[in-house]
């Protein structure tokens, strides 16, 4: 049986009275890749920021690598590591001394070797001299990739991590994912909007709305239950509050 890596109970979050996120239960299993689907809005975001110790809950409690998080937030985190589109590295730095300056926080041995060979694994070894702030978007998503993957993580949170990516790239990107987390067993929590990156690489999703998990199971599981052909069907139907989503609250209660 499947060691779990994060468990998260009862958690909520509320802003200033309003609700992010109503009541979320979940647990992810060691060496799985679970995407946390959701329009803008859902509670997506809040719940990783929440597992980042970014910010607090007002209620619930999560346990990750069987500690509890605000207790053991740095102990964890050494133990893990974050990579988003929209979360930018220093710019005016080249991107091996963003390396470097992340491999002595993290502190990686043979940090030259390491820093050159995800490089060389994300085809960007080319840009090693390159000013940080020069790079386009989808470079500065790959370099952000390498820099969250230098301290050989247990445990990867992705958000969004192909959102600037060309088709081409995209599709490189996602099976590099997956032959990463085959190899090495990294457990990874992903956030996307692009229901191809979610049905290609993770093995199980958690569909949100309105601060609440609605669906929950392989992403074929999550077809079937609203009746759709596709993630992004059921995707439009649970963002327009359509009779998909209708039909998924009565069963619900």
């Not at 992810?28 to 597992?51: D, F, P, R, S, Y």
């Amino acid at each position: 049986m499947a060691e779990t890596l994060v468990d998260v109970q009862h958690l909520r979050k509320e802003f200033d009275g309003t609700v992010a996120v109503a009541d979320v239960s979940f647990t992810v299993q060691h060496g799985e890749i679970v995407g946390v689907l959701g329009a803008n809005g859902a509670g997506k975001t809040t719940t990783i920021q929440i597992l980042l110790g970014l910010i607090k809950p007002t209620s619930g409690t999560i346990t990750v690598f069987g500690k509890d998080l605000e207790r053991h937030r740095v102990e964890i985190l050494q133990r893990a590591n974050f990579s988003s589109a929209y979360t930018g590295l220093p710019s005016n730095l080249k991107v091996w001394e963003n390396m470097l300056i992340f491999a002595m926080i993290y502190g990686v041995q043979n940090h030259r070797q390491k820093t050159d060979e995800l490089l060389e694994m994300f085809e960007i070894a080319h840009l090693r001299n390159k000013i940080t702030g020069h790079l386009s978007s989808g470079e500065s998503t790959r370099v952000n990739l390498c820099k969250a993957l230098l301290n050989d993580p247990e445990l990867l949170m992705l958000d969004e991590p192909t959102a600037s990516l060309d088709p081409d790239i995209a599709d490189k990107v996602r099976k590099l994912l997956r032959r990463i987390q085959s190899e090495r067993q990294i457990t990874m929590v992903y956030t996307s909007h692009n229901m191809r990156d979610v049905e290609e690489v993770c093995d199980r999703v958690l569909f949100m709305h309105k601060g609440r998990i609605i669906a929950e199971g392989t992403p074929q599981q999550v077809k079937d239950k609203f009746n759709q052909k596709s993630l992004e069907d059921v995707f439009i139907s649970v963002a327009r509050g359509g009779d998909v989503l209708a039909t998924s609250e009565k069963e619900a209660t």
